[in-house]
């Protein structure tokens, strides 16, 4: 994982978060906020996380440093897979196409 991996997580975490509170503005029995909590406390860890590695006067080693990013790889994925397999809902803008390409790409690690 890359900085700019962490960039993609941090906004697509941001992105779920923002459209289970959107949906429950929209329709208070739309649910998931347990699941809103769980992706605003993997973005706080990571965030944490990603502070204390950068800014630490500590040498840390690169294969924890590598450990802790599939880990947080790990979780991201699977929490990508959950929010799009259990709480979004299609607006039925994407082709069959596209609806493949999100699909097989959930399944890529």
Do not use: P
Request: charged letters at 25%; glycine letters at 2%.
């Amino acid at each position: 994982m890359r900085l700019c991996d962490e960039y993609n997580y941090f906004l697509s975490i941001s992105d779920y978060i923002l459209y289970i509170v959107h949906q429950n503005s929209i329709d208070s029995t739309f649910g998931h906020c347990n699941f809103a909590l769980e992706l605003l406390d993997f973005f706080m860890d990571l965030f944490k996380t990603n502070v204390n590695l950068y800014s630490s006067t500590v040498k840390i080693d690169a294969e924890e440093i590598e450990t802790m990013r599939t880990s947080f790889k790990e979780q991201y994925w699977k929490y990508r897979s959950s929010f799009y397999c259990e709480v979004y809902k299609s607006s039925g803008k994407f082709s069959d196409e596209e609806m493949y390409e999100i699909h097989k790409s959930l399944s890529n690690i």
